[in-house]
Structures are given as structure tokens and as C-alpha cells.
């Protein structure tokens, strides 16, 4: 089936609107961010003011490299108290979201660096099997002065992943 001229120039003018396909999701960097003097930021401490500003630098310094982009279903979670440990992570998350919502993982990270002693380093990640669970569960817990204290509230965020990283590990 033949086309006019007019209608080819159309559907190539169409194609070149088109905005490309984000596949690094970076428009997922900015959801939960809290900034000085709104509305989410009433009732934060200075201090965990100070830590977000210093972690919002450095997501931006990040993602200034190509390999790195925002992993849709996967959470990191800082900001945590000494106490909580991966089930304990697990079952902050779990409230957060629907019975239906699945968790693949939770896990703090820990120090492992002193002899006999594991220290968590107060941060963690947890994955999702469905972007929409995740980001409900983002908007859920992050800032909540009910889910640790109201001095010291968690930090969520899409993680920052290593595509390259990601490649090799596959192999």
C-alpha cells in the first residue's frame, strides 16, 4: 500500500516529537526528596536536613555517569536506627504497602570490619516486585516521624544502580 508524500513527511515529523525513552528512570531520582521550608519538611531535624541535602549531591554526582541509572523496584533506605535489622525492615516495609505487594529483598548493610563485631551502618535496601508497590511504599515511609522518631525519620529513596556492575554479575 502506497503512501502519499504529505503523509510520510507527517508520521516523520511524529517520530522526531517523540520525546526518547528515559531508560535510566531518571525522573525517579526526584520522588521523596524534602525540601527547606515546605510542608513535608515541618518538624525535621537540622541534622537530618543536613543528611539529605549531603545525599541529594551526591545521588546528582552519580547519575552524572552513563552507567548509572535509578532501579525502578529497588529502595534504599537510610538513616536507621543501630536496632533494626532485615526482619525488622522487611515488616516496616510490609505495612506500608498491600497484602499483595511482594518484597524479593530487605537487607541492612552491615560493618563487618571489626573482628567479632557486626555493626549495621544504618542503611539498607529493599526490593519490590512491582514499581507501583515500591513507589507507594517510597511515599509510605519516607519522612514518617511515626516509623523510627520524630529527631530521627527514615530516608527513602530509588536506588542508584551500576548497570555495568549489573552486566557482570549476570554472567
Not at 517520530?15 to 521550608?37: H, Q, T
Not at 516521624?145 to 549489573?166: D, G, Q, V
Request: contains cysteine.
Amino acid at each position: 500500500m502506497a503512501q502519499e508524500k504529505g503523509e510520510v513527511e507527517q508520521k516523520q515529523k511524529e517520530r522526531e516529537k517523540k520525546e526518547p525513552k528515559d531508560n535510566r528512570n531518571l525522573y525517579l531520582a526526584r520522588e521523596g526528596i524534602i525540601r527547606e521550608g515546605t510542608a513535608a519538611a515541618e518538624g525535621v531535624s537540622a541534622s537530618d536536613m543536613t543528611r539529605r541535602k549531603v545525599l541529594e549531591k551526591q545521588k546528582k554526582n552519580m547519575l552524572k555517569n552513563l552507567n548509572m541509572f535509578v532501579s525502578p523496584n529497588r529502595l534504599c533506605v537510610r538513616n536507621l536506627p543501630p536496632y533494626v535489622d532485615d526482619s525488622k525492615l522487611r515488616t516496616l516495609f510490609a505495612k506500608a504497602v498491600p497484602k499483595s505487594a511482594r518484597i524479593t529483598e530487605a537487607k541492612v548493610m552491615k560493618d563487618m570490619t571489626a573482628p567479632g563485631q557486626v555493626k549495621s551502618k544504618e542503611f539498607g535496601f529493599v526490593t519490590f516486585e512491582k514499581h507501583e508497590d515500591a513507589l507507594l511504599a517510597l511515599r509510605n515511609v519516607n519522612n514518617n516521624p511515626a516509623s523510627f522518631t520524630s529527631e530521627r525519620r527514615p530516608i527513602i529513596e530509588f536506588s542508584i544502580e551500576n548497570r555495568k556492575a549489573l552486566l557482570a554479575r549476570q554472567k
